[in-house]
């Protein structure tokens, strides 16, 4: 039989691609780069090449209705000189397509019905626009039918703030089984030059920087606080005169359940010193731990989340400690916002942008940049539910909501810094801005 061409001619980029795999493969690729074009060659070479017996090979995309428009017509197109010759058959109904020559199949499906993918012995696998697909498919899924007979994932995308392409991206840099590359416009030549300095004027820099440079720290359209901003608090370096006549408040954010963690976060000012992180204590040690650390950090105020701290916040008063339950869903000080986390979200990105240091800390980043926000119809703004955000990146984002919640309210600072340092044996320093204590919050810890 003579050779039939399935009319693919890869650039120099997508033979690297091809080449350069491993088991698990995540690329990060700019808009209309040809990453769809790529996904499908690569899985009708891998199809027709299979040797076993039944090879089944999905194509997933975030949508069903998705997939049928792109995914499923560009299928059939690529191998319609197979089905000219009678080689491959098809279903319109189903969205498969099968080769005659060993029986390998290749189905096309949406992961907004997950459900319709368990069940099954997978030998391959492309998950397109990687960003917009939830955790639990892959996880719960697609990675147990791939186990049977060592099946091969290959995930695409463009970045798009923090989600399960982010995670796994930077997770295969750590993997000996796991391979990622990144390819910018400048990289695949895919577009006119004249239209890519175009796009590059009319769009912003962070757009411009996510879409065709896959720039994962640039902010999505509705992210709230990108991984630049983050990241760029974490290399500030403060004086103490910078901070230390500012009030010093902590933020409480109690577990809810599972695997959520319980994080004390103090800040003064500028400043966020490291938080204190727990995981599995109870109501009753969580106050005793907050005390701990009103004793040592001596704040103007605390605010703890009362949705789930309702047993710290009962406790630490009977022990007499002056702290402020503050509801998440409460009314902001602000008509803009639909509720106080959002509120408290958006002051801390406004801290952030003013100046703000952070500690260094991956959990940290990833927290802060996790949140996306929308308007509501009554243009109110609306930030992304913890159980939505956990949903999507499968970790509840308690450190950011725990320095957030030291935004709650305005605080002032107490007169009577001076006379507490002294009686606890403390120096007292003269900035020339007003008496400071100087000393590790965290010494006595």
Known sequence: ????????????????????????????????????????????????????DLGLFFYVAPQLKQAKTVSWLRLKARVSPLIAAGMVEINESELWVRF??????????????????RGVRLDGVVIDEIAQIKPEVWDEVIQPALADRMGWAMFIGTPKGVNLFSKLFFEAKHKPDWHAALYTVYDTNSLDPDEVERQRRELSDESFRREYLCDFSAAGEDQLISLSLARAATERHLRSDAYDFAPRVLGVDPARFGDDRSVIF????????PPRVFKGIDNMTLADR???????????AVFIDAGNGGGVIDRL???????TEVNFGGIPNSARYIN??????????????????????NELLQDLAAPTFRFTPADKIQLESKDDIKARIKMSPDLGDALALTFAYPVHRNNNVESQARALGMPVIDTGVSAVVNYDPYASM
């Open 1 to 52: 039989m003579s050779a039939i061409s399935l009319g693919y001619q890869p650039r120099v980029w997508q033979q690297e691609c091809h080449l350069n795999r491993k088991r698990f493969t995540i690329l990060a690729l700019h808009r209309r780069a040809g990453k769809t074009e790529l996904a499908i060659a690569e899985l009708v070479d891998k199809a027709l090449r299979f040797a076993k």
């Open 100 to 117: 005659k020559t060993n029986g390998a199949m290749i189905r096309v499906y949406g992961a907004d019905n997950p459900d319709a993918m």
């Open 266 to 273: 103090p800040r003064q000012g500028l400043y966020a010193a």
């Open 290 to 300: 907050v005390a701990q650390e009103i004793q040592a950090f001596k704040p103007d």
């Open 317 to 323: 008063r009977q022990l007499n400690y002056d702290v």
């Open 340 to 361: 106080k986390r959002a509120e408290m979200w958006f002051d801390m990105r406004d801290w952030l942008n003013a100046g703000g240091c952070i500690p260094k800390s």
